[in-house]
Every structure is written in structure tokens, then in C-alpha cells.
């Protein structure tokens, strides 16, 4: 039973490195993935690097061409954007004022710990926002299940949509504007408040999309080389 854990352990760690160098562009989007060429570079054999491959191809950042191998996808598109955040819209408000109507002490509970969980990077690389992205995700989706609604959930967690954001675009000053909507969501919720929670959930959405996100996807230029 010993060797099941660290061949976990190397899987994951394998995983992890692949996907630092997708979001922080060290593999370009849109770029040949060679698996030969990475277990190399990370001194593994092509296993573990195939199968944090199909990982990541589960989290649609990269896909399996027939007799061609693995590439990255590219990043989302201007429309593809606007898709994305016109169905956020039609859900997630929705979901945060059913969460405030429905959350009981444990719910209160969880978004509370959950709130306490992340803090603001000091950097723009991967390894140092991925508490962000990873609490951004778990946020959401707690606000989903805390609604009562298993699709609306499920729904939400297919769309992977918090890792194409950050892959997108990412600087500290999305860090601070994140964390302090998510407090005024959180704290709407534990108010009992469906209709502040609601119109929360609804500005940190179109703040996200219309101040931080839309100008990067229009203007790819804008996009800072080093993201810090």
C-alpha cells in the first residue's frame, strides 16, 4: 500500500507544474504540448505527465487533437467573454439571494471560514494567486450550494470559468476588488438579505467583466507581459 500515496502525491505535483506553466504562459495558449518534452523538463516518466494531461483536459485547458497530441486551448475570446458572463448573470445572482433566504448556521459557517481563507497576493505568478483562483471557485460555488440547487451548482462548476479568468488576465488590484465584493456578498448572506445579496453578486459580476475583464479581451495589448 506505501507506493499508492506518493505516486498520488508525484501525479498531483506533475499536475500542479503543468498547469503553472499554462496559466502563467510559460506554454503558450494555443501551443504543442510535447510529453516527452515535459517529463524531461520535470525529470518524470511520460505517465504522471499523461495523466495530469487528461486533468487538464477535463479543465479545458488543454485538448487532445486525433493523432496530433495535446495542445493548450487558446484564451477566451471576446465573445466567448460575454457568453460567459451573460449565463454567470442569469445564475449566480439568482443563486446568491436563495443563499441569504436559505442559509442555516452551518452555511453561516462555512462562508465565514471561507471568507477567512485567502488573502491577497504579494505577486502575479501562478504559484502565488492560485489561493486566489482556488478560493474565487470555492467561493461561487458555496453561494450555488448554498441556494439549495444541486444543477445550478453542477451547472456552474462545468464552465471551469474561474481558471480561463485568471489565465486571462490577473494583477494584484483584481486580488483587493475580488475579496472586498466577495465580503459584500458574504455579508449580505449572513444578513438574511436576499435582495442586497442579489444586487452584490450582480455588481461584482458586471465589475469583473466590464472594468477588468472586457478591455483585456478587446485589447490583448493591454494585457501586462508580467502579470504583477
Do not use: N
Not at 500515496?5 to 504540448?33: C, F, W, Y
Not at 452551518?106 to 494567486?129: K, L, N, T
Not at 474565487?136 to 444541486?150: I, K, P, Q, W, Y
Request: glycine residues 4%.
Amino acid at each position: 500500500m506505501t507506493p499508492l500515496p506518493r505516486r498520488q502525491m508525484l501525479a498531483d505535483d506533475v499536475h500542479e507544474a503543468i498547469k503553472a506553466m499554462i496559466m502563467d504562459h510559460a506554454i503558450e495558449p494555443g501551443a504543442r504540448v510535447s510529453i516527452d518534452g515535459l517529463a524531461r523538463q520535470l525529470g518524470v516518466s511520460p505517465t504522471p505527465v499523461r495523466e495530469a494531461l487528461a486533468r487538464l483536459e477535463s479543465e479545458e485547458l488543454v485538448v487532445k487533437e486525433p493523432l496530433r497530441g495535446y495542445r493548450t486551448t487558446p484564451l477566451l475570446d471576446r465573445e466567448q467573454l460575454a457568453d460567459l458572463y451573460s449565463f454567470r448573470m442569469l445564475i449566480e445572482p439568482w443563486a446568491a439571494a436563495r443563499a441569504a433566504e436559505r442559509a442555516d448556521a452551518d452555511g453561516h459557517r462555512r462562508i465565514r471560514e471561507e471568507m477567512a481563507s485567502c488573502d491577497v497576493p504579494d505577486e502575479g505568478s501562478y504559484e502565488a494567486y492560485k489561493a486566489l483562483a482556488a478560493h474565487d471557485t470555492r467561493f461561487h460555488v458555496l453561494v450555488a450550494e448554498l441556494s439549495g440547487s444541486r444543477q445550478v451548482r453542477l451547472a456552474f462548476e462545468r464552465t471551469h470559468c474561474h481558471l480561463h479568468i485568471f489565465r486571462l488576465y490577473y494583477d494584484r488590484g483584481i486580488g483587493v476588488k475580488t475579496l472586498d465584493e466577495h465580503r459584500a456578498i458574504a455579508d449580505a448572506v449572513l444578513a438574511g438579505d436576499p435582495r442586497t445579496a442579489e444586487a452584490a453578486m450582480r455588481t461584482h459580476l458586471e465589475a469583473a467583466y466590464r472594468e477588468r475583464l472586457r478591455p483585456v479581451s478587446e485589447d490583448p495589448g493591454s494585457r501586462p507581459v508580467t502579470k504583477e
